[in-house]
């Protein structure tokens, strides 16, 4: 579910989980933590590129394997989610996501905490996580705001539009807009650049910009816990498995 490969200094970590738009399973969430782990330790290594294989980057999380039942196993849920996030956000290598097509949810989740995005101008984002009855997770309260600011961060996390890669350049949601299918070779030039700057500053400077974020993860874990027990999560499930429109009653 996870490939690994390396470009000189460069780890180049791809989504491969294609029958499902790489959709962020358990099994690949673990994989991407201990892969993670180990390249924090790794002197030799400059930088991080993640991509997914196929044409998109990530559908999200994998909806049919979201059954929690009670609040402490969604508490659990979240363990190997938070660590991965923190692995990306406080890791010391500056780590770059290479998007193509479909990068929602969870999936956009784990773009923004990459600190470059790079995308190929068919790609498209959306956080829909209201669309199953559930508040945005993957850090992306933490993230979200602080990419594009609280008032649009806002509009896509209440509303759940999908907006196109110009529009994502447009409020800061990328760095960089590339032709389709070259974002992955745009994301190794870039990288290759780190491989020369000094490691401390960046490593430092993602420790400053980190704060906040265990706060914002306690906050996720918790509500998150509470939202799958409802029947409005329920019945955004079952809708999006039975290709319906949710009826939602707020309970």
């Known amino acids: 579910m996870l490939q ?10 791809t ?3 294609p029958e499902r738009r790489n959709a962020l399973a358990v099994p690949m969430r673990e994989k991407i933590v201990a892969t993670m782990e180990r390249l924090e330790s790794d002197p030799t290594l400059r930088a991080i590129v993640l991509t997914g294989s196929g044409a998109h980057f990530s559908a999200g999380g994998d909806i049919s394997g979201m059954n929690v039942t009670d609040f ?7 363990r190997t989610t ?3 996030v923190k692995l990306f956000i406080e890791s010391s290598k500056p780590i770059i996501s290479a998007v193509e097509g479909w990068c929602v949810g969870a999936g956009m989740g784990l773009a923004l905490c990459c600190d470059t995005i790079i995308a190929a101008a068919d790609a498209r984002f959306m956080a829909g996580f209201g669309k199953i009855g559930l508040v945005a997770d993957f850090g992306l309260l933490h993230t979200l705001p602080r990419r594009i600011g609280e008032g649009r961060a806002r509009q896509m996390l209440i509303h759940g539009t999908m907006i196109d890669a110009y529009r994502a350049e447009q409020i800061g949601l ?3 807009i590339t032709p389709p299918g070259t974002a992955l070779q745009t994301a190794l030039t870039l990288a290759t650049t780190l491989a020369t700057a000094a490691p401390l500053p960046i490593a430092m400077t993602k420790s400053y910009l980190a704060q906040g974020l265990a ?11 509470m939202m799958f027990l409802t029947a409005d999560h329920a019945e955004g499930k079952a809708a999006f498995l039975g290709k319906r429109a949710p009826e939602f009653k707020g309970k």
Do not use: P
Request: charged share 35%.
């Open 82 to 84: 938070h660590k991965l």
């Open 72 to 78: 402490a196993a969604g508490r659990e849920r979240f």
């Open 215 to 225: 706060d914002a993860l306690e906050w996720e874990r918790n509500t998150q816990s």
């Open 4 to 13: 690994e490969s390396r470009d000189g200094a460069t780890a180049i970590l």
């Open 15 to 17: 989504l491969d989980y």
């Open 174 to 176: 990328i760095d960089q």
